[in-house]
């Protein structure tokens, strides 16, 4: 699909006239830092020493949950068991040992690229991410100094992670522009999914083994192989963005 195609079909469903954007509002795991194969690693671990089956490409589809909303889910169909909210965090810092076990997590190939690119457009860079992960989001200012926002929306700041909205609209009020003037940048079906429902325009980028068709299927506007690709496209597509204001 071409940035024109994108963005024509984008307004054609949203109403909106032109898109203006502000500010990009960017997912961690699978997008900065190819971090998911530890994840989910380590996700299986921890669902293993409580006896409940699971596989590790079922949790790159629960990507942009709360690490408690997924322990819920999967204590409850896995093992018949209502999980509390302490439980849940209690059994997710266990789970943040496993990941951290598993050794440091590079940054995306592409990421740094894609960053700058942002930044020379001056729109303003801000994670939303369902992590919370310190060994992770501790990292972002060290591999990615001055390149993202000190405003951030992570899993501490929810109360329903991705495909809920929530995320997303949180992360446009912190930057102060509406929905229609952000962009969202995702890799996995759920942030997609969130991305779409809070109106913002998104981006899927295809970083694990989740298939393109799966991205556009949940509601991304255009989907890029890879963030080296999308960091080469991004030019075009914020020119593309600029000439509907004209």
């Known amino acids: 699909m071409t940035e024109q195609n994108a963005i024509a079909g984008y307004l054609k469903y949203t109403g909106n006239k032109n898109l203006d954007i502000k500010a990009a509002l960017i997912d961690c795991d699978g997008v900065l830092f190819d971090s998911m194969k530890n994840h989910t690693r380590a996700w299986v671990k921890l669902m293993q020493k409580n006896g409940i089956k699971c596989t590790r490409d079922e949790f790159y589809m629960y990507e942009g949950m709360t690490g408690v909303e997924i322990i819920k889910k999967k204590f409850k169909e896995g093992a018949g068991k209502q999980i509390t909210d302490d439980e849940a965090i209690a059994l997710y810092g266990v789970k943040g040992r496993y990941f951290k076990e598993a050794g440091e997590t590079p940054v995306m190939p592409g990421a740094t690229a894609m960053l700058e690119a942002l930044r020379d457009a001056d729109i303003e860079r801000i994670l939303v991410s369902g992590s919370m992960q310190p060994s992770i989001l501790d990292r972002i200012d060290q591999d990615f100094p001055g390149l993202m926002s000190e405003k951030r929306v992570t899993g501490h700041d929810v109360r329903r992670g991705k495909p809920s909205p929530e995320p997303y609209l949180k992360g446009a009020l912190k930057a102060e522009a509406k929905p229609n003037q952000c962009i969202v940048i995702e890799n996995a079906p759920l942030g997609v999914q969130a991305g779409h429902a809070a109106g913002c325009f998104t981006i899927g980028v295809t970083t694990g ?20 690709a999308l960091a080469q496209g991004l030019p075009a597509l914020i020119a593309a963005f600029k000439q509907t204001q004209a």
């Open 209 to 228: 083994p989740i298939p393109e068709k799966d991205l556009y299927k949940a509601g991304a506007d255009i989907v890029y192989p890879s963030m080296e």
